[in-house]
């Protein structure tokens, strides 16, 4: 689920921290530049692992501040296609359902990826598994909030960079969805052993 | 921002559990609202999962019996196991591929020992404590 990256980044101490312990400096600027953020083709950054090196320290005409190169490494959320996860249902639609951990939320299980055979309820706006027990079919509800077990599918990452998506497309192509998101995950639950907990534990 | 190598090594849940707990608990080095909220939310996701009850000592002695077992298992597989300890048959089959093909009836239940000896009687809710007879025969079934 969690793995560690390695960067590099000129970090700038302003001159009214001159007095403040560098490191310290250094950590608190890395891990509010970083933390909760998506680096692409990397993923969701969570908190500074280590500082490997810290270069020397510049200071350039005209200005207060002194830069410093650093190589860091960094704890990141990529979890390995094929992975089996644990979520909680955040939302439900006729196109699939949408899991969340708490802190990543594109999570994505297609309709096609639902238990087989599934169907989605309009009324109470859930997926349900039609299972089929010797005969009877008992159905199975994925309710708001229950947690599931789900393997990753895939993942793709979205350059949600301003500039990438204001509408300076090619002619005839249209932007598709506004607020998408920059790191996303494909799940799947059409396994046995999959999808809510509570399924396969009391049958 | 340049990004030096994408990926140096993997985590196991346990280790991350670990460095941010200590991390949340040194306030000199957080670094504003959002690393904050990460820490907060991967904390509560994490406090009831498996990983909240293990020990570096634990994982390691859990290792060296995988390793001594007379089943190939690959690194990722050997994550998995610790991550989210199997409980029973059918969740193990989950985590190994080919898992019906690569392993004899004696080394699933060898494994399923040691995985239940591992996460020890904790019950969380990504983990059932209990296999039923119940989980047996749907396993059979399938």
């Known amino acids: ?203 | 921002m340049e990004v030096k190598n994408p990926q140096v090594a993997v985590l196991s849940n346990h280790e991350v559990f670990d460095l941010l707990k200590k991390t949340q608990e040194n306030t000199k080095v957080l670094g504003g609202m959002n690393h904050s909220t990460i820490l907060y939310e991967v904390h509560k996701y994490m406090e009831n999962k498996a990983c909240a009850f293990q020990s570096p000592d634990k994982i390691r002695a859990y290792l060296i019996k995988l390793k001594n077992m007379p089943i190939n298992l690959t690194k990722k597989e050997k994550l998995m196991l610790i991550n989210d300890p199997p409980d029973s048959v059918l969740q193990l089959s989950l985590g190994i591929k080919d898992f019906y093909d690569r392993l004899t009836e004696t080394e699933t239940e060898m494994l399923l020992n040691a995985s239940r000896q591992f996460s020890g009687q904790v019950k969380t809710d990504g983990v059932i404590s209990e296999v039923t007879n119940g989980d047996e025969e749907e396993e059979d079934a399938n």
């Open chain 1, 1 to 203: 689920m969690f793995i560690v990256s390695e960067f590099e980044e000129v970090v700038k101490v302003q001159p009214t921290h001159l007095e403040d312990d560098q490191v310290s400096r250094i950590i608190i600027h890395l891990n509010s530049m970083l933390a909760n953020k998506v680096v692409m083709n990397v993923g969701l950054c969570i908190s500074l692992f280590d500082i490997l090196e810290i270069g020397d320290s510049i200071i350039y005409p005209g200005e207060g501040a002194y830069f410093s190169k650093v190589r860091f490494r960094f704890v990141v959320f990529r979890p390995f296609v094929e992975e089996i996860l644990i979520g909680k249902v955040k939302s439900s639609s006729s196109d699939g359902a949408v899991l969340s951990t708490g802190f990543f939320e594109d999570i994505f299980i297609p309709a096609a990826n639902m238990q087989n055979p599934s169907r989605f309820d309009v009324k109470d706006k859930v997926w349900v598994w039609e299972y089929d027990n010797c005969g009877d079919t008992v159905d199975l509800h994925m309710d708001i909030g229950e947690t599931v077990r789900f393997r990753m599918v895939s993942e793709q990452f979205v350059d949600t960079h301003p500039g990438v998506d204001s509408g300076l497309l090619d002619t005839g192509e249209i932007a598709t969805s506004k607020s998408k998101s920059p790191y996303s995950i494909v799940g799947t639950v059409r396994e046995p052993g999959l999808g809510v907990i509570g399924w396969w534990t009391d049958l």
